[in-house]
């Protein structure tokens, strides 16, 4: 039963290390933290491998120990220790991104609390539904929208180019809807 069991670990660790590996970078933003965050996370997923691979849902298992590993990881004292040397593990830049907005999307993402983060991840680089990441976080599905929403609004006031900033600016004032429902017409302003 153990040849089995080795030969069907092996061939999902061969399968989705590579996007479990992502994960974790993605959550802690090191190359090295990551494959530690990963490591622990498939010791633990082989050492259950036989229940979980029969309640037959490993991926989701393998993302929440992922997550879980993350925050353990965060845990330990040696990792809240900054070396000031940030620069050397750098992400491969994404098709069709030039570097600079690269750079501003992984800055963006690593501003935001921890917790967003990993709803955000999970929803929109994992892909999963609502449902899904709230069972993976161990969190309730309206815990899941409001964080997804409150990330994204961080994200789109930092990733928002300098002309949709101007074109803020250009929409009307509370004055100007204002004085537009009641028939007035909104005041002049020089620069408009």
């Given at each position: 039963?153990?040849?089995?069991?080795d030969?069907?670990?092996?061939?999902?660790?061969?399968?989705?290390?590579?996007?479990l590996?992502?994960?974790?970078?993605?959550?802690?933003?090191?190359?090295?933290q990551?494959?530690d965050?990963?490591q622990?996370?498939?010791?633990?997923l082989?050492r259950s491998?036989?229940?979980?691979h029969?309640a037959?849902?490993?991926?989701?298992y393998?993302?929440?120990?992922?997550?879980?590993s993350?925050?353990d990881?965060?845990?330990?004292?040696w990792?809240?220790e900054?070396?000031?040397?940030?620069?050397?593990?750098?992400?491969?830049?994404?098709?069709?991104v030039s570097?600079e907005d690269?750079a501003?999307?992984?800055?963006?993402?690593r501003?935001?609390?921890?917790k967003?983060?990993?709803?955000v991840?999970?929803?929109?680089?994992?892909?999963?539904?609502?449902?899904?990441?709230?069972?993976?976080?161990?969190?309730r599905?309206?815990?899941?929208?409001?964080?997804?929403f409150?990330a994204?609004?961080?994200?789109?006031?930092?990733l928002?180019?300098?002309?949709d900033?101007?074109?803020?600016?250009?929409?009307?004032?509370r004055?100007?809807r204002?004085?537009?429902?009641?028939?007035?017409?909104?005041a002049?302003?020089?620069?408009?």
């Amino acid at each position: 039963m153990r040849p089995s069991r080795d030969a069907e670990f092996t061939a999902f660790v061969a399968a989705e290390r590579p996007r479990l590996f992502r994960l974790a970078y993605l959550l802690c933003g090191g190359t090295h933290q990551a494959e530690d965050i990963v490591q622990r996370a498939l010791i633990g997923l082989y050492r259950s491998w036989h229940r979980v691979h029969r309640a037959g849902n490993v991926q989701a298992y393998a993302r929440r120990a992922i997550v879980n590993s993350h925050v353990d990881e965060a845990r330990l004292p040696w990792r809240r220790e900054r070396t000031g040397v940030e620069l050397i593990d750098r992400a491969a830049e994404p098709a069709g991104v030039s570097a600079e907005d690269s750079a501003e999307l992984w800055a963006a993402l690593r501003a935001l609390p921890v917790k967003q983060r990993r709803v955000v991840l999970l929803r929109h680089y994992w892909g999963l539904s609502v449902e899904e990441t709230a069972a993976d976080l161990g969190v309730r599905s309206g815990t899941v929208k409001s964080q997804t929403f409150d990330a994204l609004r961080a994200l789109r006031a930092v990733l928002a180019r300098p002309t949709d900033r101007e074109n803020d600016d250009a929409q009307p004032t509370r004055r100007d809807r204002t004085s537009a429902e009641h028939g007035v017409a909104p005041a002049f302003r020089s620069g408009r």
